[in-house]
């Protein structure tokens, strides 16, 4: 139990379409990070965000965005989806911009068909 | 990008057997990560290398952080069913004016374990 949640579970869209995943870190970690995990790979970092300020993007295009709040939460966007979007989205927080320690939650699962 | 080589792919293994895999980079890292992923969660921390040749125990897990600073391996011992899972190295870098903790990772080895 890392104490950060995801939601939704799972989610099917259709190429083209938009999408909004969303995180709720434990309270006071202030750097979240969102990872894109392709089927039998490793998660590939796409950005972090820290005190609501995005501070270090992975190899992805700028369809890809996000929003931290000063309540813990934020949200992955994807606009103008793909099949290739297909995978597991997965945020990850903790209390130090450089932390090791990063804390998983269990992932969206995003199917584009 | 970068890229760590993760092996070997799978493992299958005999309850009681050890287990050891191993993570390869071209580029340095100044910290080695292994995370186990199980079906349905996000990655969860095993062991945390700081040091080159750093040799860190976690109950029966043991890693190395090798002395180029490019390579780490895991060790399992006695083996159990609920070892089965997903293992995953990392690396983390602070270059620099770079301050932010991305996390590059392996491409997981796949551990099966035969009661």
């Known amino acids: 139990e890392t104490g950060v949640t995801q939601s939704p579970t799972h989610l099917i869209k259709t190429r083209g379409q938009q999408v909004t995943l969303r995180c709720s870190s434990q309270s006071g970690h202030n750097t979240v990070s969102w990872y894109q995990q392709a089927l039998g790979q490793g998660p590939q970092f796409i950005f972090q965000?820290?005190?609501?300020?995005?501070?270090g993007r992975g190899n992805f295009p700028p369809r890809f965005s996000g929003l931290q709040f000063p309540n813990y939460s934020s949200e992955l966007n994807v606009n103008a989806l793909e099949l290739d979007d297909s995978a597991l989205y997965l945020c990850?927080?903790?209390?130090?911009?450089?932390?090791?320690?990063?804390?998983f939650g269990p992932g969206t699962r995003l199917t584009v068909l | 990008g970068q890229q760590l080589n993760q092996s070997p792919q799978s493992m299958f293994i005999q309850e009681g057997e050890d287990v050891s895999m191993n993570c390869t980079s071209s580029?340095?890292?100044?910290?080695w990560l292994w995370y186990k992923q199980d079906p349905g969660e996000g990655p969860v921390l095993l062991i945390a290398?700081?040091?080159?040749?750093e040799l860190t125990s976690n109950g029966r897990l043991t890693a190395q952080f090798g002395i180029t600073r490019k390579d780490s391996f895991l060790n399992i011992s006695a083996s159990i069913p609920s070892d089965v899972g997903i293992y995953f190295c990392?690396?983390?870098?602070?270059?620099?004016?770079?301050?932010?903790?991305?996390?590059?990772f392996g491409q997981g080895t796949i551990l099966t374990v035969h009661p």
């Open positions: 965000y820290y005190r609501e300020e995005e501070n």
């Open positions: 990392a690396g983390l870098i602070n270059a620099g004016g770079t301050s932010y903790g991305k996390l590059t």
């Open positions: 580029s340095i890292f100044n910290t």
């Open positions: 290398l700081y040091k080159a040749g």
């Open positions: 990850a927080s903790t209390t130090d911009l450089v932390a090791d320690t990063q804390y």
